[in-house]
């Protein structure tokens, strides 16, 4: 392209990054949340962010699950979004489908009962999270005796 493989190389992996990041745009807008869903996730923000955390302590879920929350926690943390907050409706959701991805790979892997060993809020908010990740019914709650 360039004639100079210092450039033609630098050229190439900017094209490959915008080619993943218009990729990446694209699949959000495909699985973005649906109607009441991204109000709900919103509202159990404060819940969810102490039961991700909650869940990456525990020691007895598998490492795999640990790591990929404490991953998770280190993408909520940093200022840079994968989509810029100024792209409507998109920049606001990033976070709430990554999260809620990352929580449903946590159900599959650990299971719905974690969830409810760690959730914080209220048995209304668990609902509404399992709603969201695909977790079918949320785990009953044990009958006060």
């Known amino acids: 392209m360039t004639g100079s493989w210092g450039w033609d190389l630098l050229i190439g992996t900017m094209a490959a990054l915008l080619v993943a990041w218009l990729a990446l745009i694209g699949t959000l807008v495909i699985i973005r949340p649906r109607g009441n869903l991204l109000r ?9 962010l102490r039961l991700i955390r909650r869940l990456a302590a525990d020691p007895d879920l598998p490492r795999g699950v640990r790591v990929r929350l404490a991953l998770l926690l280190a993408y909520l943390a940093l200022p840079l979004d994968l989509v ?10 990033d976070d709430v489908i990554i999260v809620t991805l990352v929580l449903r790979s946590v159900v599959r892997r650990a299971g719905s009962q974690a969830l409810r060993r760690h959730w914080p809020g209220t048995d209304d908010g668990l609902a509404a999270l399992t709603r969201l990740t695909g977790a079918g019914e949320p785990p009953a709650t044990p009958a006060p005796r």
């Open 40 to 48: 709900e996730a919103l509202r159990l923000l404060p819940d969810v």
């Open 84 to 93: 810029p907050d100024f792209i409507p409706v998109l920049g606001q959701a």
